[in-house]
């Protein structure tokens, strides 16, 4: 049987290949973009569709993963509904990047259209030959045109990759397991 140490560790491989899921689909969606004609729909094809919510689900898919390893290694006492909020604001405690990252208004956003693709709709809006990601009612000032809306998603999750090690190494600290990184 496994360490406990080991399930939220396996939570942060999990985070990892959640975000490079996102950039894979980043990159089908900027190939599929090249390629489509210019007699579509107001609605995006399929794949292009595909791709854009393949790499919102991913990215929120990663950062939900780092919130089940924080609050399975610190054992927070955390329900559904404050799982990120209450994770992240545990490590934003002591880590100001971790806080200016879960800070940033995209995370928010793309927290919002995922919950409306799943639950509701979420609107794509065609502007000529480009389609736009609908607002989500937050104060994210970004980038709406589906490519540049994506490649933001990607940054971001990015941003948090390379929050990780230290990410993994405070929750070593506070577990009293030493530090987890090379």
């Known amino acids: 049987m496994s360490k406990p140490q080991d399930d ?13 899921i996102a950039a894979y689909h980043e990159e089908c969606l900027q190939r ?19 791709h854009c919510e393949g790499v919102i689900v991913s990215v929120i898919a990663a950062v939900d993963q ?4 924080t609050k399975s290694a610190l054992r927070l006492r955390l329900g559904e509904q404050d799982l990120v909020t209450g ?8 880590m100001p990047g971790v806080k200016s990252w879960f800070n940033e208004p995209i995370g928010h956003d793309l927290r919002r259209i995922r919950v409306r693709m799943i639950h509701h709709t979420y609107v794509n809006t065609r502007q000529g030959y480009r389609w736009s ?3 989500a009612d937050t104060n994210f000032e970004g ?14 999750g990015e941003r948090l990759r390379d929050l990780l090690p230290l990410i993994e190494d405070q929750i070593a600290k506070r577990t009293g397991e030493g530090t987890t990184s090379n």
Not at 8 to 20: D, G, H, L, P, V
């Open 87 to 94: 994770a992240f604001g545990s490590l934003a405690q002591t």
């Open 8 to 20: 939220w560790q396996s939570y942060i491989e999990a985070a990892q290949r959640k975000i490079s």
């Open 133 to 135: 990601i609908g607002s």
């Open 143 to 156: 980038p709406r045109e589906l490519l540049a809306y994506t490649e933001s998603a990607v940054r971001y």
């Open 32 to 50: 599929e973009l090249t390629s489509i004609s210019r007699n579509q729909s107001s609605l995006p094809p399929i794949p292009i569709q595909a």
């Open 66 to 69: 780092v919130a089940k390893a």
